[in-house]
Nanobody, 119 residues
Framework: QVQLVESGGGLVQAGGSLRLSCAAS????????MGWYRQAPGKQRELVAR???????NYVDSVKGRFTISRDNAKNTVYLQMNSLKPEDTAVYYC?????????????WGQGTQVTVSS
């Protein structure tokens, strides 16, 4: 049974930083791509960033240069470092795991962690 457990969300002022973590268990973490999605109130869920098993990364334009996704295969953990946060980054952030590559929809989802950025 695959489990993805996010942590690190919270309330931060605009311009601040947060680091989200996602601990995976029960999957072949090291060979699967991982991703972070977010959903703001009244908006559709969107892909924020993803990382392949080999470390290649991909970001939505709105977070490029501010967010960094990384992974530690020894710890089965993926991270999202978020800097220069803006109020429009406020959302529930979800960790996801793909079946092998990141093409197609993620197979597994975490429960989500709330990020709130105050102006």
């Amino acid at each position: 049974q695959v489990q993805l457990v996010e942590s690190g969300g919270g309330l931060v002022q605009a311009g601040g930083s947060l680091r989200l973590s996602c601990a995976a268990s029960g999957s072949r973490f090291s060979i699967n791509a991982m991703g972070w999605y977010r959903q703001a109130p009244g908006k559709q869920r969107e892909l924020v960033a993803r990382i392949s098993s080999g470390g290649s990364t991909n970001y939505v334009d709105s977070v490029k240069g501010r967010f960094t996704i990384s992974r530690d295969n020894a710890k089965n953990t993926v991270y999202l470092q978020m800097n220069s946060l803006k109020p429009e980054d406020t959302a529930v952030y979800y960790c996801t795991e793909y079946s092998s590559s990141w093409y197609g929809a993620p197979r597994y989802w975490g429960q989500g962690t709330q990020v709130t950025v105050s102006s």
